[in-house]
């Protein structure tokens, strides 16, 4: 039945199943209290009952729905379509990108896909998407096939450690500083002597006065260590006071 065909036009699938002897009037009413009873639509009824043939069962709905009918096995596969959606979109809405026909992804599914997962998709693939009716049996092989479970645990994985990593700040743009004159060359070098001479007596008096160390202090040793380790603090205090500066 060709797509164009309009609501009024289509039968309905319980005509459908009746007219092609795909199910008996008993068969039908038994699978149509089962479908309301557990609330699915009657050809998953009929499928789950296995009262016919899963392949004259999806045809028939097709022809209900008006889409067409695919056999994988004579479907060319278009790989470069399939590798544009990921596994758990595959797996979460029970579909696969076939190829791309006048303009449509053809989506091979068991039921036509909602309004707002086509715009989804159509938005993904940049291009209209338009449904073809297979088995549950075939789509599903054909998930496992191009899609594996092992596909759905990566993208979880790397999902859920892409979320779990902290987000680096961004890095505090870097303000140009101005060249120093001579002047304030000048003024900080002063500041940095006068740093140094006093750190100088501050750690010589610690060491004179404190006597340390008692080891030496009373030989001619003393001053000359104390004069060393005293000009050494003093040095490194200096330098930091000059990096600080200059900055």
């Not at 009716?133 to 450690?161: F, G, H, M, Q």
């Not at 050494?232 to 900055?247: D, E, N, P, Y």
Request: with cysteine; charged share 20%; aromatic share 10%.
């Amino acid at each position: 039945m060709s797509n164009g065909q309009t609501m009024s036009e289509r039968k309905n699938l319980e005509s459908i199943l009746l007219e092609n002897k795909i199910v008996s009037e008993e068969q039908l009413q038994q699978v149509v209290r089962y479908a309301q009873s557990v609330g699915i639509d009657l050809h998953e009824a009929v499928l789950q009952q296995k009262t016919a043939a899963p392949e004259a069962v999806m045809m028939a709905y097709a022809e209900s729905v008006g889409l067409p009918f695919v056999h994988f096995d004579e479907v060319a596969v278009d790989e470069s379509i399939i590798q544009q959606i990921d596994s758990m979109t595959a797996r979460q809405f029970s579909l696969i990108p076939v190829s791309v026909d006048e303009g449509y992804v053809q989506l091979a599914t068991t039921k036509p896909v909602l309004p707002d997962v086509a715009e989804k998709l159509r938005l993904q693939f940049n291009l209209p998407v338009r449904c073809v009716i297979c088995t549950p049996t075939a789509l599903n092989t054909a998930i496992a096939t191009y899609y594996p479970r092992d596909a759905v645990k990566t993208d979880r994985t790397e999902t859920s450690v892409a979320e779990s990593l902290p987000k680096k700040p961004a890095p505090a743009p870097k303000v140009p500083t101005e060249p120093m004159d001579e002047r304030q060359k000048n003024d900080r070098l002063k500041l940095t002597i006068i740093a140094f001479n006093f750190s100088f007596a501050i750690v010589f008096f610690f060491l004179v006065f404190f006597q340390f160390p008692k080891q030496i202090y009373f030989s001619g040793y003393h001053t000359p260590f104390a004069v060393f380790v005293s000009a050494a603090a003093a040095g490194v205090i200096c330098s930091i006071t000059w990096k600080k500066l200059t900055r």
